[in-house]
Nanobody, 119 residues
Framework: QVQLVESGGGLVQPGGSLRLSCAVS????????IGWYRQAPGNQRELVAE???????NYADSAKGRFTISRDTTKNTVDLQIHSLKFEDSAVYYC?????????????WGQGTQVTVSS
C-alpha cells in the first residue's frame, strides 16, 4: 500500500520561504495526480497545486506566483516551494495521490505538515 509522508513544515515569519516535501513509497507513476492541499482551521481542504504523471502542473489561482510544485522521480518526492509567505498561508498542508477520474477524497493522503506564518 502506498504511503505519503510530508515534511518541511514549521513556523516562519511573513515574507519568508518554506519547502515542503512529500515522500512517496512505491512508484509515483501509479498515480495520475500527486498534489498538495491545505486546510486552515474552519476552512475546507483546498487544492494548492498538483503535478500530473506526464509532468504538467496545475495550480490554484491563489497559488500562482508564490508556489512552485516539483517532482523528483529519482527520489520519489513531490515538493512544494512557497515564497513570500503570508499569514493566510497558515494551514496544515497535505499530500494527496490519486488516479485518473478519482476525486481527491478517494485518493491517498499523507498525515499533513503544519505551516504557521507568524511574526
Amino acid at each position: 500500500q502506498v504511503q505519503l509522508v510530508e515534511s518541511g513544515g514549521g513556523l516562519v515569519q511573513p515574507g519568508g520561504s518554506l519547502r515542503l516535501s512529500c515522500a512517496v513509497s512505491g512508484s509515483m507513476f501509479a498515480f495520475r495526480y500527486i498534489g498538495w492541499y491545505r486546510q486552515a482551521p474552519g476552512n475546507q481542504r483546498e487544492l494548492v497545486a498538483e503535478v500530473i504523471s506526464d509532468g504538467r502542473t496545475n495550480y490554484a489561482d491563489s497559488a500562482k506566483g508564490r508556489f512552485t510544485i516539483s517532482r523528483d522521480t529519482t527520489k520519489n518526492t513531490v515538493d512544494l516551494q512557497i515564497h513570500s509567505l503570508k499569514f493566510e498561508d497558515s494551514a496544515v498542508y497535505y499530500c494527496n495521490a490519486r488516479g485518473i477520474r478519482q476525486p481527491p477524497n478517494f485518493g491517498t493522503w499523507g498525515q499533513g505538515t503544519q505551516v504557521t506564518v507568524s511574526s
